[in-house]
């Protein structure tokens, strides 16, 4: 069952790998640098450990008030303690140690070197043993002038000359930091080469170191995004730290100035402490961050700020009051705060704010540095490492850190760009392709719309024909008799008043005649009311044909009853027409089925122009008066006014 479980391990191993491959790429680099610089700090180291001491220290351990370096010589066996271990710690006391050479195991070594190069006031005395023949002295430390040395080099150096007689150095020490008087002994042609490899060395560190600075200023002057501002402050603080504790900014940068080289090493290290911690606070919480609106004014901003102020603080009261209480204030404030920022950086590194990450590998670094560093700075040497080389080994780790922190975050909002872009287009397209369809839409409903539209006006078109049809039928039904398709009296009255207005224009003359079928009860009764109806029609026929040569207007006025009217007619012309019609008619044969019968009428005509309603029915009443009188007289006459 083994080979699935190590397949299944293989695969996600190489599944992780693909998914998180420039994490590895830039992950390798890193550790191989490291490696690299492990390797070449080791070396240096080595070299000075082929001629570690030799012979025995002894530590003044009681506190001695004389400067003078022939009362200490004077003192007795018991005042000195055998001591193994150089590193005194954080004290500001004078130290006094006194070394005895064997010359059997030094002849080759003539040179001694103090690993610390920051101690304020250093002097050696090297006397023949057991005699007060001062061989050779050195009066140095960071209190005095860096051309006050013999040997000029960035270390303490003192040449113990070719003797071959056991010699007793003594050494006097005082210092504001924490006290490390190991030393070596080195030969000469030894030292220049040594020296010539850690100068090299150094080089390349202040060069590494240099570009980081200037390409950060570059990368500030082109995004102008503060944080560069505090990388390059970062890197510059700590170059200026590696220049104080390796000796080299007295050496070449500031050698005239001994108060500034008393207090580098403390205000560049403060100073450094200061931008990280803001170049983490803009890093974790901002830079390519979307939550940026909710860090903004976090406790975690708040936090960084406090600690970054602390700083600047500790920078003022280092440069005022340099004790060793404010180095052990110092240090408590370090780790509290470098236990703070990792403690963010991991809670924020678990909810997903990814540039956290970094940052608690970065101050994870920090923290080993700083231990390392302050353990064989301060306690013992801990680590077969100069305390230098730890520094410089935990720049790299960082910077490397950060810098793939950059290529890393950088590719990702390349790749966030990219997919947004992408994404873009995509909406773009969508909404193209939303609108095409639209457009489509509405020219379709457009084409309904118009058909729809037609439709309804067809509809509507042929709704106003049966309207004006049933509105024509309904005015026929309405002016028209049913039975004899003649002008009914309503009509009649109409014509009457159109008449009325052409008459009194004209001032013609306007003629009517009455005309009632006599005996038409009778018909009724005889032929029954069919029959009568049939003598209705034959007349009206008749009637129309007439009114239709002569150019008047006729109606059925009611019942057997007929009006007449006929304009620019007087009483003669409408009498004779009226009554050549009544013969006429006397003779025409009206056919009822099979039978037939012939009938007769009497008329009234009255004659007058019509300039009124009131001279109508005056005309009218006339005309109805000569009717009644025409059938009195025996019917089947025309009577009209005189
Ligand atoms: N068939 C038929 N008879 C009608 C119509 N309108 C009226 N009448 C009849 O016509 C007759 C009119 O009779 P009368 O008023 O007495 O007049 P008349 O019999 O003609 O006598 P004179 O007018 O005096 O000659 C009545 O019997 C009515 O019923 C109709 O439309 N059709």
């Known amino acids: 069952m083994l080979a699935p479980k190590s397949h299944v391990l293989y695969n996600r191993v190489l599944q992780s790998f693909v998914k998180h491959k420039n994490q590895y790429i830039l992950a390798s680099f890193v550790a191989l640098t490291l490696y690299v610089l492990f390797f070449i700090t080791t070396n240096l180291s080595d070299i000075e450990d082929?001629?570690?001491p030799y012979s025995e220290v002894f530590y003044l351990s009681n506190e001695v008030l004389s400067d003078d370096v022939y009362a200490i010589k004077t003192l007795d066996g018991h005042h000195w303690e055998l001591r193994d271990n150089l590193n005194f710690g954080m004290t500001d006391k004078v130290i006094w140690i006194k070394v005895k050479v064997n010359p059997k195991q030094t002849t080759i070594s003539r040179i001694i070197r103090f690993q610390d190069p920051l101690v304020n006031v250093l002097n050696?005395?090297?006397?023949?043993?057991?005699?007060?023949?001062?061989?050779?002295?050195?009066?140095?430390g960071d209190a005095s002038p860096f051309n006050q040395r013999d040997i000029e080099n960035g270390s303490f150096l003192v040449d113990i000359g070719d003797s071959s007689r056991p010699l007793d150095i003594y050494i006097r020490a005082q210092t504001n930091l924490g006290m490390n008087l190991s030393f070596s002994f080195w030969r000469a042609s030894d030292f220049i080469a040594y020296n010539s490899d850690l100068t090299l060395f150094y080089g390349g560190v202040f060069g590494y170191a240099f570009a980081i600075f200037f390409f950060s200023l570059m990368m500030y002057a082109t995004t102008q995004n503060i944080e560069y501002v505090f990388y390059s402050g970062y890197v510059a603080s700590f170059s200026i730290h590696l220049a104080a504790v390796t000796g080299f900014g007295f050496q070449y940068i500031w050698p005239n100035a001994p108060n500034f080289q008393q207090l580098v090493a403390t205000l560049s290290f403060n100073l450094t402490f200061f931008f990280i911690v803001l170049f983490t606070r803009h890093f974790v919480l901002y830079v390519g961050n979307k939550e940026y609106a909710s860090l903004k004014n976090s406790w975690q901003a708040k936090v960084f700020t406090f600690i970054a102020f602390t700083y600047v603080a500790l920078i003022f009261a280092s440069a005022i009051w340099q004790t060793t209480f404010l180095l052990q204030l110092s240090i408590l404030l370090l780790n509290v705060s470098i236990f703070g920022v990792v403690y963010i950086c991991f809670t924020l590194a678990r909810q997903g704010f990814k540039n956290a990450?970094?940052?608690?590998?970065?101050w994870f670094g920090i923290f080993i540095t700083v231990l390392l560093v302050t353990l064989?700075?301060?306690?013992?040497?801990?680590?077969?490492?100069?305390p230098t080389f730890i520094l410089i080994i935990g720049f790299f780790f960082?910077?490397?850190?950060?810098?793939?922190?950059?290529?890393?975050?950088?590719?990702?909002?390349?790749n966030r760009a990219t997919r947004d872009k992408l994404l873009a287009i995509k909406d773009e397209r969508k909404m193209l392709s939303a609108k095409d369809e639209l457009l489509a839409l509405q020219a379709d409903a457009k084409q309904k719309l118009e058909l729809e539209v037609k439709q309804q006006t067809a509809r509507l078109e042929s709704a106003l024909k049966d309207l004006s049809k049933a509105s024509k039928d309904l005015k026929q039904l309405r002016n028209v008799d049913s039975l004899t398709s003649l002008p009914n009296r309503f009509m009649f009255e109409e014509l009457v008043q159109k008449n009325i207005v052409v008459s009194v224009r004209t001032r013609c003359p306007i003629a009517i005649a009455v005309i009632d079928i006599d005996c038409f009860k009778a018909i009724n009764d005889e032929y029954g009311h069919i029959g009568g109806d049939e003598v209705l029609k034959h007349f009206a026929q008749l009637l129309l044909a007439l009114s239709e040569i002569h150019g008047f207007d006729v109606c059925r006025f009611g019942g057997e009853e007929f009006v007449v009217l006929a304009v620019n007619f007087d009483n003669n012309k409408l009498l004779n027409v009226i009554d050549r019609f009544r013969l006429d008619y006397a003779k025409s044969k009206i056919h009822i089925g099979d039978q037939y019968l012939y009938s007769s009428f009497s008329a009234g005509i009255s004659s007058a122009p019509l300039d009124s309603q009131k001279a109508y029915l005056t005309l009218l009443g006339e005309a109805d008066k000569l009717l009644y009188r025409a059938k009195q007289k025996g019917r089947n006459r025309v009577l009209a006014t005189a």
């Open 124 to 140: 050696v005395w090297v006397f023949e043993s057991g005699s007060n023949k001062l061989f050779n002295q050195l009066d140095a």
């Open 376 to 386: 064989n700075r301060l306690i013992l040497n801990a680590v077969g490492l100069d």
């Open 398 to 414: 960082e910077t490397l850190v950060i810098g793939a922190a950059l290529v890393l975050i950088y590719n990702r909002n390349k």
């Open 357 to 362: 990450n970094f940052f608690v590998w970065v």
């Open 50 to 52: 082929q001629h570690k």
